[in-house]
């Protein structure tokens, strides 16, 4: 068994599985990407020694949790093998405490190479919070109205071979009142900020990274405060299309749900749309018309991005004017606009 600093882990990621040995709570709540959860108290176990810790006596809290988990040695060391055929783990609490340091001792004892994360969990967050605001990298902001298939673009872009950070495919929500539709339910704040940290670890330092213009929150979730300062120095490209192609590109993401869900979509926005707005949107999707629907749309995410962009959040500020019918033609444009003013 050995220690394993959070850094040098991160930097070189050993083979093998990640034991979480935190509780299913505190797993769900927030976790290293990748981890597996092997809660070595369940949620209620926890309560119950925490409780004993603070209120009776630090022993008496080890004796009710050796009674727990001499319970439960022999499934330990099952589920690690399930997880782990090759027997190689890393281990961590919260803290990088007596929990991990109990499981890696029975583990090594049953043949597995084991290191425990100094620090624990604790330690991990604490590290990529540091990273979110020291980590420079040089980011090109993909901004445009809403329809301007920002998100198309980017991964167009990839496939050509840059580099992209999707936050709306990491926050599970595209950021408007219609951003839900078709996603999975949004990760923790501290989930996602944990899967924003290992996009962007996996990303080569040095090159540019295009990132979608965004706000800072995305739904239900909010971008690191020192990746969002990064962004909002970082210049911005502004792609501009014909108000038809915006509109077909709307109908064309969100034509495939239901009249109901977007129907409640244009509803959760009926104070800032307007009423007579909304009551005719309302009315286009009841009789298929989506594009008609979508034009009412975008005429208030238009205003709504005229106002946001007034601010002068990124600077500088470059428009480029792009078909919005050949995504990988406006993609090639795109990357020698970048080349070309030497972004």
Known sequence: MRK?????????REPGVV???????EYAAGH???AVNLPLFSNEERVVVGTLYKQVSPQAAFQKGLKYAGAKLAWYVSEAERLSPNRQVTIHCWRGGQ?????AWLLSFAGFEVAV???????????ILAEFESRSMPYLILGGPTGSGKTALLHQMERMGEQILDLE??????????GALGELPQPSVEQFENNLYAALHRLEPGRRVWVENESRSIGRVFLP?????????????EVHMPFEARVNHLVEG????????LEAAFVRIERKLGGQFVKAALESLQQGDYAAAAAIALKYYDKTYAYTTSKGLFDPRLKLEISGVDTENDARILIDYAESNRL
Do not use: C, M, N
Request: aromatic share 10%; proline share 5%; hydrophobic share 30%.
């Open 99 to 103: 929990r991990s340091g109990s499981l």
């Open 254 to 261: 969100y034509g495939q749900f239901s009249g109901e869900e």
């Open 225 to 237: 405060e020192g990746l969002w300062h990064r962004l909002q120095r970082s210049p911005l490209i």
């Open 19 to 25: 034991l979480d040995v935190r509780t299913p709570a």
């Open 169 to 178: 495919k990491l926050a599970h929500h595209k950021g408007s009142s219609f």
């Open 32 to 34: 290293i990407p990748g």
């Open 4 to 12: 394993a600093e959070i850094a040098t882990w991160l930097e070189q």
């Open 117 to 127: 994360l100094q620090g624990g969990y604790k330690a991990y967050r604490r590290h």
